[in-house]
């Protein structure tokens, strides 16, 4: 496709606008708006600043008519890092869709996981988010991941994430357990140098986590793709998670454990999935990567 | 933390809509949350900051705004992460847009 008109980027837009480009035109309804409740007092005892919405807008919204549940992560309020209070409306808004049934919840990760500075009641919050999401897919509510902000999805939103039933990722956004400073702190830059982008896009970016298997859907940077991708993803139908579902997941990242323990770079698991000229990747649009992927 | 308030006299606001929220707390960046407030012949102030020492530079920068403004009768409650005086003008200013409905996205 021939995109010659200035892009409409996801990746640099707020939470707030994130929404508003994607939902029905004023759809919208906040859920806790600001000034309706009170700021972290976590980080007021440690003299930082808070937010209204503590880094979290949630809310309910249609897109092309189906009603769904938002929740958006603001990347640029500490990093998109999930709080006591972060945490408890993500849970209150999961929680409630199993009482209101929308078509799905729609979920904006653009986070590093949990917010240091809460400490235990961060932590807590992860775990009671993923306690959440599986309630909610065992009720038979999609929930329909987008990782393509600038923090990505690490640690425990990391983890979180992959509980979706359905993740849209851009080449932009990121997702791994620990991230890149992590490995490099603990490790040393040997193991992983994350000064070194390309190397940093290469293992946790969207196009290997699409071609590996572990998202579902690769689309480029833009509002219309992605919102596009997330109307395709309304209609498909929720796997049940039960012991089979699980096992067969297991054993196909076990084979790719097997397979590719060791290997530093993407570009030689990319050499051993028989692709040709994986140096090239990096400079491919979606649309290509998906082309190679299809075969 | 830094809790600033300030009480300024300015013209009654002449807009419907009252509550808008604007920007984000992030480095070197503040968000705005504007609501009303029954008195309109003053606006009034609240400022969150973690920077101390600056609180004549706040309320030079919101002087200015607000007689460049008719602000009478609105809330600015503001939450500060180091925005510098030239990026709290142009948030203030951008929230009065969005109050006019002149400025979307």
């Given at each position: 496709m021939n995109k010659s008109y200035i892009q409409n980027s996801f990746y640099e837009k707020t939470a707030r606008n994130r929404i508003a480009s994607i939902v029905d035109k004023n759809s919208f309804v906040e859920i806790l708006k600001p000034g309706s409740m009170p700021t972290s007092p976590n980080l007021a005892s440690l003299d930082i600043t808070g937010s209204f919405d503590d880094g979290v807008i949630i809310g309910k919204a249609t897109i092309k008519d189906n009603f769904v549940y938002i929740i958006a992560q603001e990347g640029q309020f500490m990093g998109g890092a999930v709080g006591e209070m972060h945490g408890a409306k993500i849970v209150g808004m999961l929680l409630k869709a199993i009482e209101e049934k929308p078509k799905a919840i729609v979920f904006f990760v653009d986070s590093g996981g949990v917010r240091l500075h809460e400490a235990n009641a961060g932590l807590i919050a992860i775990s009671e988010i993923m306690r959440a999401m599986l309630k909610v897919r065992n009720a038979g509510i999609p929930i329909i991941t987008v990782i393509g902000g600038t923090n990505g999805a690490f640690g425990g939103m990391g983890i979180s994430a992959c509980l979706s039933t359905h993740i849209i990722m851009t080449e932009e956004g990121r997702l791994a357990l620990s991230g890149p400073e992590v490995i490099e702190t603990l490790k040393g830059v040997e193991e992983f140098d994350s000064k070194d982008r390309a190397l940093v896009w290469r293992v946790t970016g969207g196009k290997t986590r699409y071609l590996l298997g572990h998202v579902q859907v690769l689309v480029e940077d833009d509002i219309d793709d992605i919102t596009q991708e997330i109307i395709a993803a309304l209609q498909l139908p929720v796997a049940n998670v039960d012991l089979s579902y699980l096992q067969q997941q297991q054993d196909g990242l076990q084979q790719q454990y097997d397979q590719w323990f060791g290997k530093k770079d993407s570009l030689s698991i990319w050499q051993s999935m028989n692709i040709n000229n994986p140096d090239s990747i990096s400079m491919l649009s979606a649309e290509q990567v998906k082309a190679i992927k299809k075969g | 933390m830094n809790i600033l308030n300030f009480k300024f006299t300015s013209q009654p606001v002449d807009?419907?809509?009252k509550e808008v929220i604007c920007g984000v707390v992030g480095s070197g960046n503040l968000e705005i949350l504007v609501s009303s407030i029954t008195d309109n012949e003053h606006s009034e102030f609240i400022i969150n900051t973690s920077?101390?020492?600056f609180d004549h530079i706040w309320e030079a920068v919101i002087q200015e705004f607000v007689n460049r403004y008719a602000v009478g009768g609105l809330q600015f409650e503001i939450n500060d992460m180091g925005a510098t005086p030239a990026v709290v003008s142009l948030r203030l200013s951008q929230a009065i847009n969005i109050l006019e409905g002149e400025a979307h996205e």
């Open positions: - | 807009v419907t809509m920077v101390t020492g």
